[in-house]
RNA sequence: GCGCCAGUAGCUCAGUUGGCUAGAGCACACCCCUGAGACGGGUGAGGUCGAAGGUUCGAUUCCUUUCUGGCGCACCA
């Protein structure tokens, strides 16, 4: 804390019912008490003795808090403030409220934090839970704590398991567009016998003729969470597999450490298959556009086509080799291939080479692309490498045999991981033409962007130089050149129109301790079984070394957990009845992700302690209805990841009649960071910020008095500009802190913290103490009669405060209290005895208004008052609409946009644009002012002003 | 490079469909209170509303360009 002044104690036997820190703090306190005993912010579900159907509901909810060992730090409050005030908000007007918190926390930074103290996570995690509610309470947030729930509890990631098993043993039916029980697939095969595609090229066959592993693989390879080869982000100093959308820029999102790509069978989900919904339904709800963006673009949906080429190896024909392109117009223009340097194809190539290609310059280009990390790959993106494989493909348009290269411009991920290209209208591909001397064609005529030859032009333009015997597309403008060479390619039955995504399957599989195992097992010949719903959980076994295993490849560390990994299927809880309990089974050694918790901890809330089903049907139905969540508030780091994963979790409970709503967030809210200001020598050294003073121009160190530059950045022990908001509350109170953070400045911005600042709002709730209680006596400071101007501002301050609440907007509002205050301190003599500015009934009427922010102080006046019962459970004020109307208004005359004087006028007159110019050009005032001239146009504003043109 | 958001007093921010002399808190100066100080109260100074064009009777507000900062995406064919 800098020299900020600090709240004196009462000295003496003056003012001892003065509000200082002390008194703020034992207030606080003492209603924290009160609250708690009372269970004042408790949730009634329906069907509960004393639940109120009538009233409407509001479901407010905070991000999950992962507790860290560090504690709280001061941007945590920062959301919750907000939300506590409008909870409290709703309450007062009616509403059935829940706002429950709870714990997030299995996962990778618990788990390192317990490596580096050498403490089971179990211990530090419980911990850190504990140091979080105690450091939540002292805020007084308003929250239904019987609701508490944490990840790691049994009871609950019993039923995480459970949707795991739901996605398990479902399917995403193509032609409903919605996930259903894959049994319901296997009963119609079986019943229908319809042909269906084997895998790995063994061609079709009649259901019933396939074998029972054929029939159970086909099956398998259809399942929402399923067991997929893929392509890995595994990154060894986490060590662990990463998610795509955990990875940024080659590294990890979490800690910033290498990534590197490797194949690996790893459990996924098939979120790809509700690309499309998870981009339409983004018009349902209200979110911040940014992040509505941000997921729009994480999806990037694309419109092209799938082409056919035709491969020709050393021993002729090859097969088919599909490509996605945006822009098959250009199909013409494609001169050459490129392949990803993972894709099959190249085996083959490498296998069979073509005569007269340096097939070791080829496998070493292969094999050193895929060792390259991704950091080291984008790295060096600028410049285009690549190996030609000697194979070719038939141009389909132009018929012309093309090279097939080798390049790791192309990405294995996307699309088919081949690619045409068309290096006369493609950047990427004309740079890679430059660079080994391929052809390059024009095919397009862009408008505005001469053709040269020097450089491609990727615009739309008019087709050119694009006909062959059967097809012509020359000058047909982008648009209708695709739609016809895509109806051509239909026709010769080598190509389609297609909906590309950059959406990736969801890799959920992670090689590490702390998570929640995966409720399966695999049987001796390496087939998986689900653990049945009747077994669950399946617990996470105590394991003394729960370090991850050193090694270049993944080794998750349940496998040192022997005894658990190997059991039998009845000990298992799998398939009983289809399969022996005593079959040898080993267990899957992988856990979930982090966010496996998170995707649908908001369900849980609405009860928890359901024993029967993930969350009670009905209290599903009412806390989620309309809209889902009413309010979610977070921080925009969640934008993709949590966000993006819970809407699909929800979506596949959704198709599953599991929950009742499309979305589960109908409205979200970013709060913005809390920065801290952090000084820094000349010499560029930091200084910390309590060794800072603030001087006449600048800021200077104590000690040595040399100025010092102020900048802004993100709290951080390194900088020393971490601020601890139990300092900040032994100093000022939780009220203070709370109406301090919320009058820092927008919710959604981000602002620094300034502890200057402080003092200012601890003040106005001494203002607004001193304004209703007397620091002598303790007892309130009572107008006689009511002020008609302050009972109009008073209409005014509770209609500005409810609306900016409504609006997320509190700095606003706690503007307008502290002009209410200001005002209703200026009548009155401070040493008039027992004689203040408001009544008894306004006074309460602005404590109601002020509890939502200041929810201690709030109950101390209300309780000296006379108020009854909690202010928290009060009613809010009602407002007079014709107390929010004056009943003459100020008038601006303008002559030419400049303000000449202002006029008096009735409000009935200021309503109506002819009254009003009448009005104004009858006044004596305008008469003068004009001297004559006659005015050639009057433009009035109704309410505001009238501007003449002379 | 592309997209989104923001630039208002020394600092942090208000300014709700274009309209009144652009406001608040902190900081600053002065005055009152006091034996003196702190607390408190009062008064005041301080802004070409990032820049340049445009639309309009009138622009901090709308449009265009540009500068600065933040965030996101970035070899996705």
New binding site residues.
């Given amino acids: 804390m800098t020299e ?2 600090a ?2 104690p009462a ?1 003496g036997e003056e003012t001892p019912f ?1 509000y200082t820190a002390q008194m703020a703090e034992e207030i606080e306190l003492k209603w924290q008490g009160r609250w708690e005993k009372g269970q004042a912010f408790r949730a009634l579900n329906p069907g509960e003795a004393g639940f109120d159907a009538a009233r409407p509901k509001f479901y407010c909810l905070d991000m999950f808090p992962y507790p860290s060992g560090a504690g709280l730090h001061v941007g945590h409050p920062e959301g919750y403030t907000a939300t506590d005030i409008i909870c409290r908000l709703r309450r007062m007007q009616g509403f059935n409220v829940l706002h429950p918190l709870g714990w997030d926390a299995f996962g990778l930074p618990a788990e390192q934090y317990a490596l580096q103290t050498g403490v089971h996570p179990a211990i530090t995690t419980k911990k850190a839970i504990d140091t979080f509610r105690n450091q939540l309470k002292r805020f007084g947030f308003s929250y239904d704590w019987s609701r508490e729930l944490a990840t790691i509890d049994p009871d609950y990631y019993r039923w995480t398991q459970w949707i795991w098993l739901q996605c398990y043993g479902a399917y995403f039916d193509e032609a409903t567009a919605r996930a259903r029980p894959i049994s319901e697939l296997e009963f119609v095969l079986a019943r229908d016998n319809n042909e269906v595609e084997l895998p790995q090229g063994d061609g079709r066959r009649r259901w019933r003729d396939c074998t029972p592993q054929q029939q159970q693989s086909w099956l398998d390879a259809r399942r929402l969470a399923y067991l997929g080869e893929q392509t890995v982000n595994w990154c060894p100093q986490l060590g662990t597999v990463l998610a795509n ?1 955990e990875v ?2 080659g590294r990890s999102e979490r800690g910033g450490f290498p990534v590197s790509r490797l194949p690996l069978r790893q459990w996924m989900f098939r979120i790809t298959a509700y690309a499309d919904r998870l981009l339409a339904d983004l018009q349902l709800v209200d979110w ?3 992040t509505r ?2 997921q729009e ?2 999806i ?1 949906r ?1 419109e ?1 086509a799938l082409v056919q080429f035709e491969v020709h190896g050393p021993a002729g024909s090859a097969g088919d080799l599909a ?5 098959p117009d250009t199909l013409f223009g494609a001169t050459y291939m ?1 392949l ?1 340097p993972e894709h099959p194809l190249v085996v083959q190539m490498i296998a069979n080479p073509a005569a007269g290609v340096d097939v070791a310059a080829l496998r070493a280009y292969v094999e050193a692309a895929r060792n390259r990390s991704e950091v080291d ?2 790295a ?6 690549g190996a030609a494989t000697g194979w070719m493909a038939r141009n389909p348009a132009t018929g012309a045999l093309i090279p097939i290269w080798v ?16 290096p006369g209208h ?4 004309f ?2 033409a430059q660079a080994f001397s391929l052809p390059v064609v024009q095919v397009v005529d862009v408008a505005g962007q001469e053709w040269t030859g020097d450089a491609a032009t990727p615009g739309e333009g008019r087709a050119i130089n694009s006909a062959s015997a059967e097809l012509s597309l020359d000058g047909l403008p982008t648009a209708q050149a695709k739609a016809r060479i895509i109806e051509w390619l239909q026709k010769k039955v080598i190509g389609q129109a297609q909906v ?1 995504y ?1 959406l ?1 399957d969801w890799l959920f599989s992670r090689q590490r301790y702390w998570g929640e195992p995966m409720p399966v097992a695999f049987d001796e010949a390496g087939i998986h079984h689900p653990v049945d719903e009747a077994a669950l959980p399946v617990r996470l076994p105590e394991l003394a070394d729960f370090k991850p295993v050193e090694s270049a490849t993944p080794v998750p560390p349940l496998s040192k957990a022997r005894q658990w990994v190997e059991t039998t299927a009845g000990a298992a809880g799998i398939c009983v009845g289809r399969i022996p309990p005593d079959a040898v089974m080993h267990r899957e050694t992988n856990t979930m992700p982090n966010w496996a918790g998170s995707c649908w901890y908001y369900l849980r809330y609405c009860a928890p302690a359901c024993a029967d089903r993930f969350v009670d049907s009905r209290a599903e139905r009412y806390w989620m209805a309309g809209r889902g969540v009413d309010l979610y508030v977070g921080g ?2 969640h ?2 990841l949590h966000l993006l994963y819970a809407r699909f979790w929800h979506k596949v409970l959704f198709d599953l009649g599991h929950v009742s709503t499309v979305e589960p967030f109908g409205k979200l809210f970013h709060q ?2 809390i920065t801290s ?1 952090a000084y820094t020598r000349q010499d560029g050294s930091l200084v910390p910020v309590d060794e800072v003073d ?1 001087a ?3 800021f200077v160190e104590r000690a040595t008095g040399k100025p010092v530059a ?1 900048t ?1 950045a993100k709290m951080s022990k390194s900088l020393r500009n971490v601020v601890n908001p139990d300092d900040v509350i032994a100093q000022y109170g939780a009220d203070a802190f709370r109406l301090y953070e919320m ?4 919710l ?5 913290w ?1 502890p ?2 402080i ?6 709730l ?2 607004l103490w ?1 304004l209703l209680i007397d620091e002598r006596t303790g007892q309130p400071l009572l107008a006689r009669e009511a002020d008609p101007r302050l009972e109009r501002l008073l209409h005014r301050t509770v209609a ?1 405060v409810a ?2 609440i409504d ?1 997320l ?1 509190f ?2 509002a706690i ?1 307008a209290l ?2 209410m205050v ?1 005002e209703a ?2 009548p009155f003599d ?1 040493t008039d005895a027992g004689a203040g500015g408001l009544t008894r009934d306004q006074a309460l009427r602005l404590v109601s208004a002020a509890a939502p922010f200041a929810p201690h102080i709030a109950e101390e006046l209300w309780g000296r008052l006379g108020g009854t019962g909690l202010v928290a459970h009060a009613s809010w004020p009602a407002v007079d609409a014709a107390m929010l109307v004056d009943e003459k ?4 005359v ?1 002559v ?7 006029l008096q006028v009735s409000a009935a007159d200021a309503a109506d644009v002819a009254r009003l110019e009448a009005a104004a050009l009858a006044h004596p005032e305008v008469i003068a002012l004009l001297a004559g001239r006659v005015p050639k ?1 009057a ?1 009035a ?1 109704p ?3 009238i ?1 003449l ?1 002379v």
Avoid: C
Avoid at 323 to 327: A, E, G, L, P, Q
């Fill in positions: 900020a002044a709240p004196t000295k003065r959308e940024i820029n911040p556009v940014s963006a941000m673009e994480w990037g694309s092209g490509v996605y392109t945006r822009r490129v990803a790959r984008q060096e993106s600028v410049i285009k490498t390049a790791d411009y192309v990405l294995m991920g996307y699309g088919t991981g081949a690619i045409m290209a068309v493609d950047q990427r591909d740079d890679f590309q950059r990736r925009s780091e934008a993709v913005g960071l200001f603030e006449a121009p600048g102020r802004v009058y820092m400045g927008p959604e911005a981000s602002k620094p300034n200057r600042d003092p200012g709002v601890f003040r106005f001494q203002r001193r500005k609306h900016d609006r907007a700095n606003t503007a502290i002009e200001n301190t200026r401070l208004v100020e008038i601006a303008q030419l946009g400049k303000v000449k004087l202002r146009k433009i504003v309410g505001r002003l501007n043109v």
